[in-house]
């Protein structure tokens, strides 16, 4: 019985499907560029838009290793603009395979899921009701494997077999240790 092949652990390998939103004559920054900028600022603890520019404009050479960024790094707003166009699905099925490559699952492993109230989501004014969202946290890892918004009318035990049903993938032995990263 062959062993399966490990996959690429390439960002921009798992991400170029996403399709990009943006009309052809507005494309000043490539697609898979916000995403990798983006992603890798996550990693190094960048929480907002312009964190992740602040941190690009900080590792530009060493972006520049693998990417041209002929025209720099973008702007916050540009990092918040496409990333609201995404199509979320997309997004997040991309994301799924790059975690499933680069994430080995270990025996052992805890996965905590568990449901909260975005911050500032309602506006009583406007009869907005909270956000609530179910999401899956690799311990290990410190990864956030997936999210689940629960549905209005309903409650956490709804979502849960849902963000259950995105997760659940078999372990890849890529030999990656994310404490080494």
């Not at 060493?62 to 166009?85: C, E, K, W, Y």
């Not at 449901?115 to 946290?137: E, F, N, P, T």
Request: glycine content about 6%; some cysteine; aromatic content about 10%.
């Amino acid at each position: 019985m062959s062993q399966p092949q490990p996959r690429p652990l390439s960002l921009s390998k798992h991400f170029e499907s996403v399709t990009d939103p943006r009309v052809e004559r507005t494309k000043e920054y490539a697609l898979l560029d916000i995403i990798v900028i983006a992603m890798c600022a996550v990693i190094c603890g960048a929480d907002d838009w312009v964190d992740i520019a602040g941190w690009g404009n900080e590792k530009i050479e060493f972006l520049r290793q693998f990417m041209p960024l002929a025209n720099g790094i973008p702007a916050h707003d540009t990092f918040g603009r496409v990333f609201s166009r995404l199509d979320a699905e997309q997004f997040q099925a991309a994301f799924l395979s790059w975690v499933q490559a680069a994430f080995s699952v270990s025996e052992g492993q805890v996965v905590a899921i568990d449901g909260k109230q975005r911050r500032r989501s309602h506006d009583q004014r406007l009869g907005k009701a909270a956000i609530y969202m179910v999401s899956a946290w690799a311990s290990t890892n410190q990864l956030t494997l997936g999210q689940r918004q629960v549905e209005a009318k309903s409650n956490e035990i709804t979502a849960i077999p849902e963000l259950l049903k995105v997760l659940t993938f078999a372990p890849v032995s890529s030999g990656w240790d994310c404490k080494r990263w």
